[in-house]
């Protein structure tokens, strides 16, 4: 359990997407596949940034902040992921979701600006030649993307809000509970995108929500749901893919995704609910959360 008792909150959204989405892998290169699934972290942006916006929280840009084994933007990003209880992805719908790199777009050099050109100039094998002029010359794009036009994709983050209260009080900005709960349904609805600006989504009204007192199942019990599962917080009672992701911490861990198949480069999803499910017995010290209402849809578990 991530600190400070049970006083939790629930955002959850379903959204469909217009052509994909684009999360990068981290640390590998800048031409970088996509993740087949937004990881943790994403989720937690997604909302995140939609319930900083209506709290009318500044955000400042952080080069190199780090938290826990990655790093961050912004300070804000910073506080949610430290405040996040859990949070989860699940899929559902007929068609699919796949990893494609477009290998077109490598090269640039030949148009850049005036400014851009003057900066690929330097002394040979200098400071400056490796960390400036290189990266201009040579540039690669980020060419990854996951596509799956008009796929639905159901998100969930619970949040301990004592904790996300305290964290900000450090940084001396004051935040009250009741802050949070008297903008946080229009935050569930104010998601607009997943990973880059370009991933553009529409939201499900009939398939959103904020609960501010989750069902909690402990270890032990059973739990039904399509979102991705770590699998050190379950054992699954059938056969269910196994995909790696970026947990919470940015360490690269293996979850379940109930679907009729998936792989770090493609999903086929179940199409409803009814079939998509699977069901899992919980691992201490995991549990599993629960809006009041879409629980298959939604339950997400974490520590």
């Given at each position: ?17 217009s052509w ?12 970088q ?7 943790p ?13 209506l709290?009318?929280l ?6 190199g ?31 699919g ?6 290998l077109?777009?490598i090269?640039?050099s030949?148009?850049?600006?005036e ?13 400056d ?11 690669a794009?980020a ?7 008009g796929?639905?994709?159901y998100?969930s983050?619970v ?5 996300l ?5 450090e940084?001396?900005i004051?935040?009250k509970?009741?802050?949070v709960?008297?903008?946080a349904?229009i935050?569930?609805?104010g ?11 529409a ?16 270890d ?18 059938e056969?269910?893919?196994?995909v790696?992701?970026?947990?919470i ?8 995704v ?5 792989s770090?480069?493609f ?28 629980r ?8």
């Amino acid at each position: 359990m991530n600190g400070l008792g049970n006083n939790l909150r629930f955002f959850y959204c379903a959204v469909t997407l217009s052509w994909g989405f684009a999360v990068r892998y981290k640390e590998v290169s800048a031409a970088q596949p996509s993740y087949v699934l937004p990881p943790p972290s994403t989720v937690v942006g997604i909302f995140g940034n939609s319930l900083g916006r209506l709290l009318g929280l500044s955000d400042e840009p952080s080069k190199g902040l780090k938290h826990e084994q990655g790093y961050v933007i912004s300070k804000m990003m910073k506080i949610f992921l430290e405040s996040t209880v859990s949070a989860s992805a699940g899929v559902l719908g007929n068609g699919g979701l796949v990893v494609h790199q477009e290998l077109s777009k490598i090269y640039a050099s030949f148009y850049k600006g005036e400014s851009e050109a003057y900066k690929m100039s330097s002394e040979p094998f200098s400071q400056d030649f490796y960390e400036t002029s290189l990266p201009r010359i040579f540039p690669a794009q980020a060419i990854g993307a996951s596509y799956g036009p008009g796929i639905r994709i159901y998100l969930s983050w619970v949040l301990n809000i004592d904790k996300l209260i305290n964290k900000f009080k450090e940084r001396q900005i004051l935040l009250k509970e009741e802050d949070v709960d008297s903008v946080a349904p229009i935050a569930a609805h104010g998601l607009t995108r997943i990973g880059s600006k370009e991933g553009i989504v529409a939201h499900e009204p009939e398939l959103t929500g904020y609960d501010n007192n989750p069902e909690i199942m402990q270890d032990g019990g059973k739990v039904r749901t399509i979102q991705y599962v770590q699998s050190e917080c379950v054992d699954p009672e059938e056969a269910v893919p196994l995909v790696s992701l970026p947990s919470i911490d940015y360490t690269l861990k293996q979850y379940y995704v109930p679907s009729a198949s998936a792989s770090n480069s493609f999903l086929i999803p179940f199409s409803s609910s009814a079939s998509g499910a699977k069901w899992m017995r919980l691992k201490s010290p995991c549990r599993a959360y629960s809006p009041k209402n879409h629980r298959i849809e939604f339950t997400s578990v974490g520590l």
